[in-house]
C-alpha cells in the first residue's frame, strides 16, 4: 500500500460532474479538499445501504493483491488505471468502468507518474437479486473488467452524488436496478441452467451468518436453518452470491472488525469481538480481503499515516 494515504471525511469530498469525468478532468475532488496535492488519500463516504464508496488519489502501488465477496463497481476519473486480474494485466483510461467480479483477486496502481483518481463502489451480490430473479439470471458475470460504457459510467457516478448525499429509498432502489440490468447486459446470454437458484434458501443462511459472527457455525448449523445440505448450499450459495458460506461469514466478521478499529478499539479487541480466535487471525484474513494490514488501517482511519 503507498505510504501517504489519508482518509478524510466526507465534508470534504466534493461533487464532481459526471461529463466532467467522463472527459477526463484532472482536477478531481479529492485534489480541491487539501492543498498539499501530493499526499495520496482516500475519501470513505458514509455507508449507503451496505454499500461502501470510496475516491482514491494515489500515485504508483495502491493496493496488494486481494480480494472481497461483494461487486466493484468504478469509474477511473484521472490517469491510467492499472491492475492484474484473472491472469492478466488490464488498463483503464479516464472515463471507463471497471467491473470487479465478487471473489476474483485483483490489485491496483496508477499507470503513468501523473498519478490516479477513480471512484469505486462496492455492492453486496444480494442487491442484485430481484433484477437477476425476474430475468431468470444468475449473477452477471462480465468478462472484461474494463468496459467503455458511457451510460453505464454516468449511472455510477450519479450513484456516488456528492459522497456524502443520502438517498430516498426508492431512488436508491431504482440505481440498483438499472446497475443491475447494464451488467446483465454486458453479460451477455446466460448459460442454461436445470438446476433452480435456491435464493430464499441462501438468504436464510446469509442472515443466520450475520446474526452469528463471534461464535463458530457448523455445516449442519446452516443444514438446519436452510433445509439444503451442505453440498448442495455451497453450490447454491456459489450461484447466488458468488462466494461461499464461510467467504461470506469472514467478510462480515471483517465489516465488525473494520467499524470497531475506526472507532479507535485496539486491534486484538476488534479481533475477539468479532468473532476471530486472535489478533493474528483477523490480520491475515483483512490483509487478504483489503490488500493492508488492519495495523495499517487504523493508522489511515485514525489519520496518523504519513
Excluded: W
Aim: proline share 5%.
Amino acid at each position: 500500500m503507498v505510504s501517504n494515504i489519508r482518509i478524510y471525511s466526507r465534508e470534504k469530498a466534493a461533487d464532481h460532474s459526471a461529463d466532467n469525468a467522463i472527459a477526463g478532468a484532472v482536477e478531481g475532488p479529492l485534489e480541491r479538499s487539501c492543498t498539499d496535492r501530493d499526499k495520496d488519500r482516500i475519501v470513505v463516504a458514509p455507508e449507503l445501504a451496505g454499500i461502501e464508496r470510496i475516491e482514491a488519489r494515489f500515485r504508483g502501488k495502491g493496493f496488494d493483491l486481494h480480494r472481497h465477496d461483494t461487486y466493484a463497481l468504478g469509474v477511473t476519473m484521472a490517469g491510467i488505471q492499472t491492475f492484474r486480474y484473472r491472469g492478466a494485466s488490464r488498463f483503464s483510461p479516464p472515463g471507463n468502468v471497471i467491473v470487479l467480479h465478487p471473489d476474483e483477486l485483483h490489485d491496483g496502481a496508477a499507470g503513468t507518474d501523473d498519478g490516479l483518481t477513480y471512484r469505486m463502489m462496492y455492492i453486496p451480490p444480494e442487491r442484485f437479486l430481484p433484477a437477476t430473479a425476474e430475468r431468470g439470471r444468475a449473477l452477471p458475470f462480465v468478462a472484461s473488467p474494463v468496459v467503455d460504457d458511457i451510460g453505464l459510467a454516468r449511472l455510477l457516478l450519479e450513484a456516488f452524488g456528492s459522497m456524502g448525499e443520502a438517498f430516498e429509498q426508492l431512488k436508491f432502489d431504482e440505481f440498483m436496478a438499472e446497475i443491475a440490468t447494464a451488467l446483465l447486459d454486458h453479460a451477455g446470454a446466460p448459460q442454461a441452467r436445470a438446476e433452480r437458484l435456491a435464493q430464499p434458501e441462501v438468504l436464510r443462511a446469509c442472515a443466520f451468518l450475520r446474526e452469528n459472527i463471534v461464535r463458530q457455525v457448523s455445516a449442519q448449523d446452516l443444514e438446519e436453518v436452510t433445509g439444503l445440505d451442505r453440498f448442495a448450499l455451497a453450490r447454491q450459495f456459489r450461484r447466488v452470491l458468488g462466494t461461499s458460506p464461510h467467504r461470506y461469514l469472514v467478510m462480515r466478521r471483517l465489516e465488525c472488525a473494520r467499524a470497531l478499529i475506526t472507532a479507535g478499539e485496539s486491534l486484538a479487541e476488534a479481533a475477539f469481538a468479532s468473532g476471530f480466535a486472535d489478533q493474528a487471525h483477523l490480520s491475515r484474513h483483512f490483509k487478504k480481503a483489503h490488500g493492508m494490514t488492519p495495523g495499517r488501517f487504523a493508522a489511515l482511519a485514525a489519520g496518523r499515516a504519513g
